[in-house]
């Protein structure tokens, strides 16, 4: 950051030309390379994408909730009660959280 300032500051005095300031903004490593663009869209991408998914299943089942069987609807929360209370995790949750979960899911 502090050469960002440093290489804009010498733009505004005027040492540096103002046509210059891309490319010593470049040579200072201040903007993203090609690899650093990569790294940031292969990591983007697929939580947008998950992000956007989960958001649509959520509008499809508040539109269509009227129209959902009893059962399914049964279904649907015993599913995610089962999924939030899945023991299998990498590390247990401790004593208090265990029992909120429970009895937030009931």
Not at 15 to 37: F, H, S
């Amino acid at each position: 950051m502090e050469a960002q300032r440093l290489i804009l500051q010498w733009a505004e005095d005027g040492v540096l030309p103002a046509d210059r300031v891309p490319e010593g903004l470049e040579v200072a490593g201040v903007t993203p390379n090609i690899q650093d663009w990569k790294r940031f869209l292969d990591r983007l991408l697929p939580w947008s994408g998950t992000a956007f998914l989960a958001v649509g299943i959520i509008f499809f089942l508040a539109y269509n909730w009227n129209e959902l069987g009893h059962s399914f609807k049964f279904g649907l929360v015993e599913m995610l009660k089962r999924i939030i209370q899945h023991p299998d995790r990498a590390q247990p949750l401790p004593f208090f959280s265990r029992h909120a979960i429970n009895l937030a899911s009931t």
